[in-house]
């Protein structure tokens, strides 16, 4: 029962934030170089922007386990086919990642979070 109580009060916190308040928000044109201080929600972009959360996500994922696979061919710990494989796969998910990206008018700069004084969060593309 605790447990509901203190899922209950989390959900009652995070309901808080929403809506951003005007005050919170950049001039309209002009973007603030701090964050807002609140969640800014608007029933028309809702799912463009869920999705765009969701691709952060998967591009961050993506950009890890591309790391952690050059990392092991450094190490020597794949064969030849394994790593033939890997990188053929991972080259699928990228362009998949674009078609996405391309389908909803997103591109991957788009994805790029802005953490504010943290700075972005995936590194610049090269």
């Known amino acids: 029962m605790r447990r509901r109580e203190e899922v209950a009060e989390a959900v009652a916190r995070a309901f ?14 002009e ?13 028309d972009t809702v799912e463009r922007d869920l999705l765009r959360l969701v691709l952060t ?11 952690q696979a050059l990392h092991r061919v450094d190490q020597g710990d794949l064969t030849d ?3 033939e494989r890997l ?11 674009t078609d996405l990206c391309a389908q909803y008018g997103l591109t991957m700069e788009d994805l790029n979070l802005d953490l504010g004084p943290l700075g972005t969060l995936l ?4």
């Open 16 to 29: 808080r934030l929403l809506p951003a308040a005007p005050r919170d928000l950049p001039p309209p044109g």
């Open 31 to 43: 973007r603030s170089r701090s964050p807002a201080r609140r969640i800014s929600t608007d029933p």
């Open 57 to 67: 996500l998967v591009e961050l994922l993506r950009q890890l386990m591309e790391r």
């Open 81 to 83: 086919e394994q790593e």
């Open 87 to 97: 990188g053929a796969t991972l080259m699928i998910l990228h362009s998949r990642m």
């Open 123 to 126: 590194p610049p593309s090269e």
